[in-house]
């Protein structure tokens, strides 16, 4: 939710900036911590097909934070949302190399299916949250130093995404 005052602050020894992000055309908001904000466009290959992804990443002194949404993606729609899930975390999973998992769960954002995973190497610690809806992927990622992973963080990222 919007609120009055642009500053959120998290549990992590420091208040830290957060803006509200606005993405009409994938249909959500979110609160990202400022930094140096790039909007891309990324195409990912996929079993299903070339899947296109609309990026903004936030690179601030706290870590990257990342929201991106994809194109409707065909072939899904005779497909179980919890298996477009695995397949897309198995993938993010196999374009990290030298990551290991390090935790995952599924869970429901909205009514929605969701996954979250953590990848780990020494240097980087990268957690993910996965929402299927209305035929899209959401992605949101956080890449922080493995030795200094804020928990409290992450989680105020995720749950501050929402759908329109």
């Given amino acids: 939710q919007p ?3 642009p500053i ?7 208040a830290v900036t957060w803006a509200p992000v606005l993405i009409q055309e994938g249909g959500c908001a979110v609160w990202m911590p400022q930094g140096t904000v790039r909007q891309e466009n990324k195409v990912v290959e996929t079993s299903l097909g070339d899947v296109s992804f609309e990026v903004i990443s936030s690179n601030s002194r706290i870590g990257k934070f990342v929201v991106a949404f994809s194109e409707s993606i065909a072939g899904t729609e005779t497909m179980e949302p919890t ?6 975390q198995d993938r993010i ?12 769960r599924n869970l429901t954002v909205d009514s929605y299916p969701a996954k979250e ?6 240097e980087e610690t990268i957690s993910f949250r ?14 922080q130093p493995s030795d200094l992973v804020a928990v409290e963080t992450v989680v105020a990222f995720f749950n501050s995404f929402q759908l329109l």
């Fill in 3 to 5: 609120q009055d005052s």
């Fill in 83 to 88: 298996e477009i899930l695995e397949r897309v």
């Fill in 130 to 143: 996965l929402l299927w809806a209305n035929d899209r992927l959401y992605v949101l990622a956080v890449s």
């Fill in 117 to 122: 995973f953590s990848l780990r190497n020494d």
């Fill in 93 to 104: 999973s196999g374009m990290q190399t030298g990551f290991g998992l390090t935790g995952e």
């Fill in 8 to 14: 959120l602050t998290v549990e992590t020894g420091s």
